[in-house]
């Protein structure tokens, strides 16, 4: 089907809505977009500010890993013209530590190194190796199981109740004995199609993805980075800054794009020769070819309640209210500032996380000036450190929540003098936590309504702004050949 004059209707413009629309414009210049945000700005969950002393903080994510796919967002970084705003680390971020057993402990690279670990890297090694032979690591018949299960039988109780468990509480603020492997990380399920051995199998995945890709895009950013090697990288006004430059590109492009903030969707029903029809808050509609839906579960399903003509199911209603039930992970976010001087002895290293069998009203801190420090930072003699939270109450105040990160903070870091600065912000529903069954959830989700309506998100992907923007690119690619 031929896709001149098209017209595509974009719900959200977070940073995966702004994907969208940048990737269907590349994709299908001909194409339509028309972009629907509620609130007044771009950008969704990633938000900054700047001090008084004039030091950048992050609210939202902070940093991007630099894996395959990343090489969507440098490409799209290339294109809008902001490859001279990136930000790459100091050697200092690739030295981790996990608070556990009360200090602070340096997670060891070598095999013969234990780190925070009862024995050396090599012995988990050799359990992973002997898991695999006697095929304990792998399920018959694998569908689905807790991140903590997979984990502990592939290397054991301990690495997944410490070291698999703070790393999941630092991206999903979740416990990993109650989320899917499936829906969490995919690619692990992935990795056991190729191998019995979890390692082997993300080997053989890594080979297969670089062999046959899924977007076919040169970079000369994104093989600059893996040149230099760089794990991971950021924008030194803020990854926010990223919308702001797809928004500005969109606009100046051609007169195929309208932006419209302040704006909701109340209702989409079916329309005259196959098109739909969206009707707004302000009294307007708009007809279009297809519809991509970027907002979260709560706003999402009460669209879809009362958008009645686009239901292809019988069960849509119940979908609608088991997916009203999902669960998300509030995460107070604590950013500080301390005088140079006075945490002079806390390590050179990205941050560290604690794993859930650790008491600890924090969950991760992340030491931001020491990992990018060509990101704003106000001057020499300041260090920005960000806390993050995941026992949120909507009884706490600010003042709750910056005593519970400064008694930890001191705490696990020797720390005797107060903040220079420190600033409070609260992220309400912010992940979805992955239930068991949730990747079936999202396959009966999608058959419910009408194919011309288009869902990506953190609903229906995993949170990290790669997966968003290759979902995105997707969801684009989908649309354009329709």
């Known amino acids: 089907m031929s896709s001149i004059g098209k017209h595509c209707v974009i719900l959200g413009a977070g940073f995966t809505g702004l994907s969208c629309a940048h990737y269907l414009r590349q994709l299908e210049p001909s194409c339509k977009v028309t972009l629907i945000e509620a609130s007044n700005r771009v950008g969704g969950w990633l938000r900054s500010f700047k001090s008084d002393s004039g030091a950048l903080h992050e609210i939202g994510a902070r940093s991007i890993r630099n894996t395959h796919n990343a090489k969507l967002i440098l490409n799209l970084i290339e294109e809008i013209g902001m490859q001279e705003h990136i930000a790459v680390p100091d050697k200092a971020a690739y030295d981790r530590y996990l608070y556990v057993d009360d200090r602070l402990q340096k997670i060891e690279t070598s095999l013969f190194k234990r780190g925070p670990f009862k024995y050396p890297m090599l012995y988990y090694g050799l359990r992973h190796l002997m898991a695999t032979l006697s095929g304990n690591s792998k399920s018959k018949k694998f569908d689905d199981e807790t991140l903590h299960d997979f984990v502990t039988k592939q290397f054991g109780e301990e690495l997944a109740d410490i070291a698999f468990s703070a790393v999941v509480r630092g991206v999903y603020a979740g416990d990993t004995k109650h989320l899917s492997v499936k829906s969490c990380f995919p690619d692990f399920v992935r990795a056991q199609q190729y191998s019995a051995s979890f390692v082997v199998g993300m080997m053989k995945l890594q080979r297969e993805l670089s062999k046959n890709p899924e977007f076919q895009i040169h970079s000369e950013l994104a093989n600059d980075l893996v040149k230099k090697r760089v794990r991971m990288f950021t924008m030194r006004n803020g990854l926010g800054t990223v919308c702001e430059g797809i928004l500005a590109h969109l606009q100046k492009s051609n007169d195929g794009f309208d ?99 650790q008491r600890s009203n924090i969950i991760g801190v992340t030491f931001d000036s020491f990992s990018f420090p060509n990101v704003c930072n106000g001057s020499q003699d300041i260090c920005r450190f960000s806390a993050m939270i995941n026992q949120c109450s909507p009884d706490f105040a600010h003042k709750d929540y910056l005593n519970m990160a400064l008694t930890d903070f001191h705490k696990h870091l020797n720390v005797d003098s107060e903040p220079t600065f420190a600033a409070v912000n609260v992220n309400w529903k912010c992940i979805p936590q992955y239930a068991l069954g949730h990747s079936k959830l999202v396959e009966s989700f999608r058959n419910s309504f009408c194919p011309q309506v288009h869902f990506v998100g953190s609903l229906f992907h995993p949170p990290g702004l790669v997966d968003c923007s290759l979902n995105a690119f997707r969801t684009a690619r989908l649309v354009s050949q329709s």
């Open 259 to 357: 932006a419209r903030f302040q704006q909701k969707c109340e209702i989409i029903e079916k329309g005259e020769d196959k098109l739909l029809k969206l009707r707004l808050n302000d009294g307007n509609e708009i007809e279009c070819d297809h519809v991509i839906s970027t907002l979260d579960a709560s706003e999402l399903c009460n669209l879809l309640e009362t958008s009645k003509s686009i239901h292809t199911s019988n069960e849509s209603n119940q979908v609608l209210r088991t997916v009203s039930d999902v669960k998300y992970a509030d995460v107070a976010v604590v950013n500080l500032e301390y005088s140079s001087k006075s945490v002079m002895h806390v390590p050179k290293a990205f941050g560290y996380l604690v794993p859930r069998v």
